[in-house]
């Protein structure tokens, strides 16, 4: 009889232990390393602001990262060039893509996960001034996807995020000439973003994603705000994020980078 005993015991031992380890498991969710190269213009760089080593948008999106439940650490590299179009990121021109490919190969944390976050098309939009401006739609469209093609064939452990561009007022003429007609073609660039996508996510099943969507509504709204007034040939014009429109849109990209690292764990 007591060995009986001293049997169920153990065995009652060893289910509690399974149960409370069982749980524990999911009490703490896997945290997903990342690391983050952002590529894109001077909005990305955070042109205008005092600091942009602690203020500029990927800055923030990595701070927002750090705090998800499912992230663990983030380390990034703010690869935004002012007045860069996407022909200056093409492999066959310039050398801004081969700093995206030293960036992401100097990261140290090799099993985290790598993304290319995108955010292109201002300079693109203008009507004269920026290289290779104004770029058709359909040409913006196939320089992304020569860069993405590029990168994924690259780096195959990678996922490329195309960030939707942000509103700037239709006057903004500085040492570029932008105006409503730019401003339109900038909108013009949306669709092309998502259908590329699309494409992708028959060609390359969660390797390629849309970003945020909602930094051009927001900004075209809250522009006195958010946005950095700054004298042009056409008067006040508005285009640069401030530092509180800088959080706004790092946030924004934090929001949308951390539904697809979740989105890919499915």
């Known amino acids: 009889m007591m060995i009986k005993i001293k049997s169920c015991f153990y065995l009652l031992t060893i289910a509690i232990f ?11 969710p896997h945290k997903q390393n990342l690391n983050i190269v952002f590529i894109g213009n001077s ?18 999106a990595c701070n927002y990262l750090r ?38 190969h100097a990261f140290t944390d090799k099993r985290a996960l790598l993304i290319f976050s995108v955010k292109l098309g201002t300079n693109d939009s203008a009507i004269q001034g920026p290289n290779g401006s104004p770029v058709s739609p359909e040409a913006y469209k196939q320089n992304l996807k020569t860069i993405a093609d590029s ?19 239709p006057n903004t003429y500085n040492g570029a000439k932008y105006l409503a007609e730019g401003l339109s073609r900038l909108q013009s660039y949306i ?18 994603f849309i970003g945020d969507k909602k930094a051009f509504s927001y900004f075209k709204k809250h522009y006195l705000t958010d946005l950095q007034p700054e004298q042009g040939h056409q008067g006040i014009f508005y285009l640069h994020p401030n530092v509180q429109g800088a959080i706004v849109l790092g946030t924004f990209w934090g929001e949308a980078i951390s539904k697809v690292v979740r989105e890919k764990s499915r």
């Open 18 to 28: 399974l149960l409370f380890g069982e749980t524990c498991l999911y009490a703490q």
């Open 43 to 60: 909005i990305t760089h955070g042109s205008g602001l005092a600091n942009p080593a602690t203020d500029a948008p990927p800055v923030i």
């Open 67 to 104: 705090q998800q439940s499912n992230i663990g650490t983030v380390e990034f590299s703010n690869q935004g060039h002012s007045g860069f179009t996407t022909l200056d990121f093409l492999p066959s021109t310039g050398n801004a893509f081969q700093k995206v490919e030293a960036a992401a």
């Open 151 to 169: 990168l994924l064939k690259e780096f195959p452990n990678c996922i490329i995020i195309f960030q939707h561009p942000v509103w700037y007022s």
């Open 191 to 208: 669709p092309q973003i998502d259908q590329l996508v699309a494409d992708y996510a028959v060609s390359n099943p969660k390797r390629v």
